[in-house]
């Protein structure tokens, strides 16, 4: 608020925060000091506060010496850039961390419309600086990229680097998160039987994964590129009230380009050397100890691993047997997506279809 009311940073959600005061903090979601999320409500809309404090800072190296990043973040663009300049500025970015994409000039409209907060056709230095910090943020950067994807959150305002989007009401596949301290104390088949509890009715669950192999289906050519998903875990992902998939954490989600630049000329020993995230794993070519281009294991075979457990559980008898045996071929799936294009759409069609068919023409559907 001290730097907005300096002029040094702009956003639409900057006076409701600063001023009216009608977009509050409430309860920290977050452990890390580096990566704050809060639960918060904005002019008696539940919303999600994050402040992206993650990208540029090196933590590892020095926990106590967290620097104060404001003075670097926001220092571009320089007064006297033009507009053209700051255009030419956006697309170099979105180019290199999303590809050379023909769709890039559409995203860069986009962007600037989102940076002119008090809509008067221009773009102000405040306004510039405070949407050039917010996209050296991979969720940010990724939330405009799959904005017109209906299963990720949706942004509703930023101010300077801190960005407000929509509260997923069920924020895991199961429904419902354990505190962590029982995950601890808990083994893990009692995790998988409270799990089972909670877990939406069957077919609502069918509904969800859908969603999910909608998404695996979005990311894979999306329009402003192709996105790997490097940590599956039931828990950044969840769904809404009408059990649309819906996805709750996006930096654990990749740029092609990401993926490609970790990857490149990186020295390997072994596979596990190549693993970018927790699952985002290429083959170490080990006559020349430096890791290959590609992915191992495409989205797809990731989803269905994670829908394995969720989609069997309770599934109608006359359905489980088949519903394994693809599930089993789509966990299978290895190689590059590219080169096996046919084969990925028609696993993930088939399996689309034979849960789609059951809870067609149902109250669930």
């Not at 829908?307 to 047997?321: F, W």
Request: glycine share 6%; net charge neutral; proline share 3%.
């Amino acid at each position: 608020c001290d730097q907005y009311k300096k002029g040094i940073i702009s956003g639409s959600a900057c006076r409701d925060l600063c001023e009216g005061r009608t977009l509050v903090f409430h309860q920290c979601l977050s452990s890390s000091p580096t990566h704050q999320v809060y639960r918060g409500l904005w002019r008696d809309r539940e919303v999600i506060i994050k402040c992206g404090v993650e990208e540029n800072l090196n933590v590892d190296s020095n926990p106590d010496a967290a620097p104060r990043r404001e003075l670097v973040l926001f220092d571009k663009p320089t007064r006297g850039t033009s507009l053209d300049e700051f255009k030419e500025m956006l697309l170099n970015f979105l180019k290199a961390n999303l590809g050379d994409q023909t769709s890039l000039t559409a995203l860069v409209s986009r962007i600037l419309s989102m940076a002119d907060v008090n809509e008067d056709g221009k773009v102000s230095l405040a306004e510039a600086k405070s949407i050039w910090a917010l996209l050296q943020l991979n969720e940010f950067l990724l939330m405009l990229s799959l904005h017109e994807k209906e299963h990720t959150s949706q942004l509703l305002g930023h101010c300077g680097d801190l960005y407000v989007t929509e509260k997923i009401p069920h924020d895991s596949l199961y429904g419902t998160q354990m505190p962590s301290f029982l995950q601890n104390l808990l083994p893990s088949p009692v995790h998988r039987l409270i799990h089972q509890w909670f877990a939406p009715a069957w077919p609502r669950r069918a509904k969800i994964a859908i969603g999910l192999l909608e998404f695996v289906e979005e990311i894979f050519h999306g329009t402003y590129g192709s996105f790997f998903i490097c940590e599956t875990n039931f828990k950044n992902i969840g769904y809404n009230e009408k059990y649309d998939f819906k996805v709750v954490d996006l930096r654990k989600v990749a740029t092609e380009m990401t993926l490609k630049g970790f990857l490149k000329g990186r020295h390997c020993e072994q596979n596990s050397d190549c693993t970018f995230g927790r699952d985002c794993t290429a083959a170490c070519d080990k006559l020349m100890k430096q890791c290959k281009n590609d992915v191992i294991q495409p989205n797809l075979a990731k989803a269905c691993q994670l829908l394995q457990e969720y989609l069997l559980y309770g599934s109608p008898a006359d359905l489980k047997d088949e519903l394994q045996k693809q599930l089993r071929t789509c966990m299978t799936l290895s190689g590059l997506a590219s080169q096996m294009e046919v084969h990925h759409s028609l696993v993930l069609n088939n399996l689309k279809t034979l849960l789609w068919k059951k809870i067609s023409n149902t109250k669930y559907s």
